[in-house]
């Protein structure tokens, strides 16, 4: 990694924490999050999921774009830094506020390396969240690309999509293939940042029992000195109302 990009994301310093998972498509690190999601309530800590692309501020205009394959590499990373600046103003920072546990599936880190892959500017890039906040734990869940392609043709979607497979980048008229050389450049490019921004990178080969339980137990090292607020409640339930937020039950 060049020295000249910049790395620095600022700590938050709010009660809160803030975990997030990375991973190319067939990773499993959705599955792992939505485990880890249950396993935290049911130790009683309050908890808010967010995920990439979720923001009603430019959702429904990124799926025109898709639809209509108008979408540029520079648009398209555009757009996934508006929806990330949306969410994390007013989907992340509140709870974490209120002293919540905040999950994220995806995180700035995906911008850094599948945007990189499309041909966007690295430091752009690195430039474009430098408004971001490093999260308390970030995980990477690591998997072969065979592996990634055989999870995710067994499942109900049963083909790749357009973008998913950098169809857009003309790779391979064949969405298997040109998903194998994209998704395969994006590793490549994840496997350049695990140490900068000292990502836990996981064995995403490994049954999922297996991956919850070392994610659990390196969770519980970073909460250990977790100490929620108290007497927030009636806050966070402002806060829910104030941004339209539905709470996790």
Known sequence: MSESLPTKTTPHPHAGK?????????????TQLQLLHKWLESKGHK????????SD??????????KSKSLTPTTFSLLHATD????????????????MIVLADRYMYTAFARDVVRGV????????????????????????????????????RGQFKYYEAGMDM???????HSFRIFQSRILTEYDKI???????????????????????????????????????YGRRTL?????????SE
């Open 18 to 30: 803030l975990i997030i998972v990375e991973g190319i498509d067939g990773s499993g690190k959705s």
């Open 47 to 54: 908890v808010f999921f967010t995920e990439w692309n979720s």
């Open 57 to 66: 501020l430019v959702k429904e205009t990124t799926k025109r774009g898709k």
């Open 84 to 99: 990330f600046a949306s969410r994390l103003y007013h989907h992340i920072m509140p709870p974490l506020k209120a002293g």
């Open 121 to 156: 500017s690295a430091e752009w890039v690195r430039k474009l969240y430098a408004f971001s906040i490093k999260p308390d734990m970030a995980f990477y869940f690591k998997v072969p690309i065979d592996v990634a392609i055989s999870r995710l043709l067994r499942g109900t």
């Open 170 to 176: 003309n790779l391979s008229p064949d969405p298997t």
């Open 194 to 232: 695990v140490d900068e921004f000292g990502l836990l990178t996981m064995d995403a080969t490994q049954d999922i029992a297996t991956q919850q339980e070392l994610m659990r137990t390196l969770v519980s090292e970073t909460l250990h000195d977790y100490k929620p607020k108290r007497g927030t």
């Open 239 to 247: 806060f829910w109302r104030r941004f339209d937020i539905h709470r």
